[in-house]
T-cell receptor, first 115, second 112 residues
Framework: AQKVTQAQTEISVVEKEDVTLDCVYE???????LFWYKQPPSGELVFLIR??????QNEISGRYSWNFQKSTSSFNFTITASQVVDSAVYFC????????????FGTGTRLQVFP | EADIYQTPRYLVIGTGKKITLECSQT?????MYWYQQDPGMELHLIHY???????EKGDLSSESTVSRIRTEHFPLTLESARPSHTSQYLC???????????FGSGTRLTVV
């Protein structure tokens, strides 16, 4: 069975702090995809990144960076110099190669950034 | 500007009422999905469609039904709403799945 665990339910930081959101996944498949989505207070989920299981290179996009480690089945997300606009719920998700239509979501981490 | 639209944004209705949640997308995506998001934030797939006249049930059993008569339109219907249906319903679409879904803003439903 596949599963995504986001153990941090809620994180609060002060602006400009760095923050890491943890994501641990479970699957026996060797080919899969990992995603991060952001859900701001407006409600929609915004796609942030997709990673396939063969690409363990870390990725950086502005203040966002992602650390994918197959050895620990983790796909962590770091926001550097956080801003109030980063306040949102962040979801990690998994899909399998043979069933890319089905996203398995974690329970989400609510990030609050205070000024 | 959103390419996938959900209406209404908020809805409060009485028990036993029939309701339809609308979802439309302008991207020409074949694949569309409905997710239910409970107050604890967890997202569950309740319906999906691969194209016109195709509908499938998702992982979470739901008393709702869906239809896909047009590519751009994927409405969800509850024949008789109950308080247990109180939730946020998110519609999404994708072209190939791999590129991630595009989500609508959701409908927050409260059944009293």
């Amino acid at each position: 069975a596949q599963k995504v665990t986001q153990a941090q339910t809620e994180i609060s930081v002060v602006e400009k702090e760095d923050v890491t959101l943890d994501c641990v996944y479970e699957t026996r498949d060797t080919t899969y995809y990992l995603f991060w989505y952001k859900q701001p207070p407006s409600g929609e989920l915004v796609f942030l990144i997709r990673r396939n299981s063969f690409d363990e290179q870390n990725e950086i996009s502005g203040r966002y960076s992602w650390n994918f480690q197959k050895s620990t089945s983790s796909f962590n997300f770091t926001i550097t110099a956080s801003q109030v606009v980063d306040s949102a719920v962040y979801f990690c998700a998994l899909s399998l190669f043979y069933n890319t239509d089905k996203l398995i979501f974690g329970t989400g981490t609510r990030l609050q950034v205070f000024p | 500007e959103a390419d996938i639209y959900q209406t209404p944004r908020y809805l409060v209705i009485g028990t036993g009422k029939k309701i339809t949640l609308e979802c439309s997308q302008t991207m020409g995506h074949d694949k569309m999905y409905w997710y239910q998001q409970d107050p604890g934030m967890e997202l569950h797939l309740i319906h999906y469609s691969y194209g016109v006249n195709s509908t499938e049930k998702g992982d979470l059993s739901s008393e709702s039904t869906v239809s896909r008569i047009r590519t751009e339109h994927f409405p969800l219907t509850l024949e008789s709403a109950r308080p247990s249906h109180t939730s946020q319903y998110l519609c999404a679409s994708s072209e190939q799945g791999l590129e991630g879904y595009t989500f609508g803003s959701g409908t927050r439903l409260t059944v009293v």
